[in-house]
């Protein structure tokens, strides 16, 4: 058998046909990659009641989307708005869908991002 080293180009061109990776070993990896988005939800007005809108969004979630936590703050003048924390999967088109998915639910005024990171990966 022939030694060589990982990406040799003369090993390369002796095989009869291209070798592709295994998608679905890449898209385990994937998998792992979780995203906290912290977010300021606020209501129309200061009737609105955040608790019924934090249950609308828990519940209206798709892909992976999960809302982690949530609490009242007060912004002003009595109006209180909802610091969220979502936790969501690293891929395209997540935040999209979370920010429309939001958006759409009645009473939401406004929908703003605070920040963003990577989950911590659980070490036993």
Do not use: W
Request: charged residues 30%; aromatic residues 6%.
């Amino acid at each position: 058998m022939e030694q060589f080293c990982f990406g040799d180009v003369r090993v390369a061109e002796k095989l009869p046909e291209p070798i592709n990776a295994n998608p679905a070993t890449l898209m385990d990896h994937r998998k792992m990659s979780r995203l906290l988005l912290r977010a300021k939800i606020l209501p129309t007005g200061t009737e609105t009641d955040l608790d019924s809108i934090a249950k609308k969004i828990a519940s209206t979630l798709k892909d992976g989307i999960v809302l982690s936590k949530y609490t009242k703050e007060p912004l002003a003048f009595g109006l209180y708005f909802i610091n969220a924390e979502f936790s969501l999967e690293d891929k395209d088109g997540q935040m999209d869908s979370l920010e429309n998915t939001v958006r759409a639910i009645e009473g939401v005024g406004e929908f703003e991002v605070l920040g963003a990171s990577r989950a911590s990966v659980d070490v036993k």
